[in-house]
């Protein structure tokens, strides 16, 4: 079963959340004794996705055996949604631990789970990188409306080196004359503040994906700096519905936390994964109505209405201080 959609949030009973969070548990504590790190994780999935609350005794919380899980959470969409909170947990402390992943995929294989991360899990535990690296990048190619999966990726990514168009980069540069409180003088200023350069010049980033990429950056309002890439690739992920899991959660997390290179054109670093931003990040994304990767996205229908109309109509929920990316730059356009 092709992971084809980070799956929605589905409303779970305080039971069933406490199971999800045992099974959570059981996966960080499986090369150990909980770390600090884990319980933010785990706290942060309660409070913004689960709705548990706060407070949780996680040390004295169980860990639910398949069976349990099974019984609980008896439809397929159910046990897809669980087990995506569930593999997370594998990776918060940065490292590809075996134990780890060998317990998330023993609740994968016994609740019926085979999404394609799943098998990128089993592949990374064998140590295949190379593997998951090309599936990673395969999957993320094809959450990108307009990309060939039969063409080079690279040559897609970064098309304006060998067939410059002029007239859209300056089609772009014209936005710096729209007023300041529009969308469209948001993207330029996110482009001109961060020193990208515009699609259609060569360097610039294809428009089939810089401008549906950044424009999740301007209308979430998280940065540019490392942990910004992850949190906007996971806002991106469940606002996009889209290869959620393989295409986008786990290629930033074994990026930007793992230190581990799935593409040259994004580099790589390590420790930018915080739980509690992480799940308010993916919180985010579910309750946005809109999906500037999707078809209906009209990127320049938008330039010239006021951003803060676009968060309103579209749902984006505000970015508190608390849960803005760490780093500078910060957000272009925060929430007045």
Do not use: C
């Not at 609350?53 to 996680?58: A, H, N, T, V």
């Not at 991106?236 to 889209?242: K, N, P």
């Not at 040259?264 to 739980?275: C, E, Q, T, V, W």
Request: proline letters at 5%; glycine letters at 10%.
């Amino acid at each position: 079963m092709s992971d084809t959609a980070l799956v929605s949030f589905l409303p779970v009973s305080k039971t069933q959340a406490n199971l999800t969070l045992g099974a959570m548990k059981a996966v960080a504590t499986a090369g150990g004794q909980l770390r600090p790190a884990d319980r933010e994780a785990l706290e942060g999935a309660a409070r913004h996705v689960l709705y548990a609350g706060s407070g949780l005794d996680f040390a004295n919380l169980e860990s639910p055996t398949s069976q349990a899980l099974a019984q609980a959470f008896p439809t397929a969409d159910y046990r897809r949604y669980i087990l995506q909170l569930i593999a997370v947990m594998a990776f918060v402390d940065g490292t590809v631990d075996e134990k780890k992943l060998a317990v998330a995929l023993g609740y994968a294989a016994d609740l019926g789970v085979s999404d394609d991360y799943v098998r990128d899990l089993a592949e990374t535990a064998k140590g295949h990188i190379d593997w998951v690296r090309a599936d990673m990048s395969r999957n993320n190619a094809e959450s990108i409306r307009g990309m060939d999966l039969g063409k080079d990726f690279a040559g897609q990514f970064l098309p304006y080196d060998t067939n410059p168009d002029p007239a859209l980069a300056a089609r772009f540069r014209a936005l710096a004359a729209l007023p300041y409180q529009t969308f469209g003088r948001a993207f330029y200023q996110h482009y001109t503040q961060s020193g990208y350069i515009f699609p259609g010049d060569p360097g610039g980033l294809s428009i089939l994906f810089g401008v549906p990429h950044d424009s999740a950056h301007v209308v979430s309002a998280y940065s540019t700096t490392v942990q910004g890439e992850l949190l906007v690739s996971t806002f991106t992920a469940a606002m996009h519905h889209s290869e959620g899991m393989s295409g986008h959660i786990l290629p930033v997390i074994f990026s930007w936390h793992m230190g581990i290179v799935l593409n040259p054109l994004a580099g790589s670093a390590k420790g930018a994964f915080d739980g509690e931003k992480f799940w308010r990040a993916w919180e985010r994304g579910r309750m946005a109505t809109l999906d500037t990767f999707g078809p209906d996205w009209d990127f320049w229908g938008l330039v010239e209405t006021p951003l803060d109309q676009i968060r309103s109509t579209y749902q984006i929920a505000e970015l508190d201080a608390a849960h803005a990316a760490d780093g500078m730059p910060g957000p272009v356009r925060p929430w007045t």
